[in-house]
């Protein structure tokens, strides 16, 4: 898992993806013929062959938060990137990277925290800023200054015996470590690969919509995670360790049902436990995808997560490596799409 362990653990909120695309880059360029950014920041990378076209995605980017201003006291008040819980960032060791490329530590607070008041009330962004230890005029010595992204600092382990690992930003990191590994597995497969690493997903989908303006392929799968029920009594769905996930329906988008049916097949002939998903909430890369150019038939397979959208994620090992031998089998010789 040192691949994933890099990646989880590399900065790249919405808009500032750099770090993980340059990872991205290294791991996946022996293995595909072409390698490039589009204007967007969007990371392309094609294995040419004379079968089907599919496109894979997975999103780099990663919810967090960004510099707002700096009150008189040096309080660094914060805006949300993406649909991040207030709660969640109370108490997290973050680094503010500067306009003058310092990593000034600190620690997000709120007024009564700071004070060891009893909460009344869960906190809003608005009440959250990080205290850096610093006056206002220090402060803007140091470089901060609103738009500064506000980096989380949090390790990559695994947990008990049961195969399972946590870390920040698996959501979408996941998605990303998989495309890598079945570029190395599909060096040989008679498709036409192309294998896209999106940005600002968690923002709107924009990096997607622009993406599929590259490359025109036959039929595309978007690979990405999801929240578990595991908390649920009885719960049924999306657990982890459970088996991979297949996204039937969320709230935005159907998928194309002739590429599940693909999917369920080779999950049954392999004994491995397909999930499917049916969601009134969420959506993801897969709208901005099916829709484009003259649509384009579409499909998500991921992994449910703990904790979604916190610093602290949860998955299963097994869960991704069975999505990783479905995916395989697919690929490895991919059928013309058949709506």
């Not at 898992?1 to 590399?10: G, I, R, V, W």
């Not at 991205?24 to 969007?42: Q, R």
């Amino acid at each position: 898992m040192e691949l994933l362990k890099q990646l989880s653990e590399a900065h790249g909120q919405s808009g500032n993806e750099k770090a993980v695309r340059e990872i991205i880059k290294k791991h996946i360029k022996p293995y595909v013929d072409e390698l490039y950014t589009d204007k967007f920041g969007n990371l392309i990378a094609r294995k040419k062959g004379k079968g089907t076209s599919v496109m894979l995605a997975a999103h780099m980017d990663e919810i967090g938060a960004m510099v707002k201003y700096v009150d008189p006291d040096g309080k660094v008040f914060v805006s949300p990137i993406g649909g991040v819980e207030p709660v969640v960032l109370l108490g997290e060791r973050v680094q503010v990277a500067t306009s003058t490329n310092e990593q000034l530590e600190g620690i997000i607070t709120t007024r009564d925290i700071q004070d060891g008041l009893e909460l009344t009330k869960i906190p809003l962004i608005d009440d959250l800023y990080v205290d850096i230890g610093m006056d206002k005029k220090t402060a803007e010595k140091a470089g901060v200054r609103p738009g500064d992204y506000i980096n989380i600092i949090r390790d990559f382990v695994e947990l008990g015996d049961n195969h399972l690992i946590s870390g920040k930003a698996l959501d979408d990191r996941v998605g990303c470590y998989m495309l890598i590994e079945l570029a190395k597995k599909l060096k040989t497969s008679k498709a036409e690969i192309y294998y896209v690493f999106t940005v600002q997903e968690e923002i709107g989908l924009h990096g997607a919509k622009t993406s599929i303006y590259s490359i025109d392929p036959d039929y595309a799968i978007i690979i990405d995670v999801t929240e578990s029920d595991d908390a649920k009594p009885k719960a049924v769905g999306k657990c982890i360790a459970h088996g991979p996930i297949l996204v039937m329906k969320d709230a935005e988008m159907i998928t194309t049902k002739c590429i599940n049916d693909w999917l369920l097949a080779i999950a049954k002939k392999k004994d491995i436990t397909l999930q499917q998903d049916v969601s009134d909430f969420g959506t993801t890369d897969a709208l901005n995808v099916s829709v484009s150019k003259g649509g384009i038939p579409c499909t998500v397979v991921g992994v449910a997560v703990r904790n979604i959208h916190s610093t602290t994620s949860i998955a299963c090992k097994h869960d991704i490596t069975d999505a990783l031998t479905i995916l395989e089998i697919l690929l490895k010789n991919p059928p013309k799409i058949c709506l």
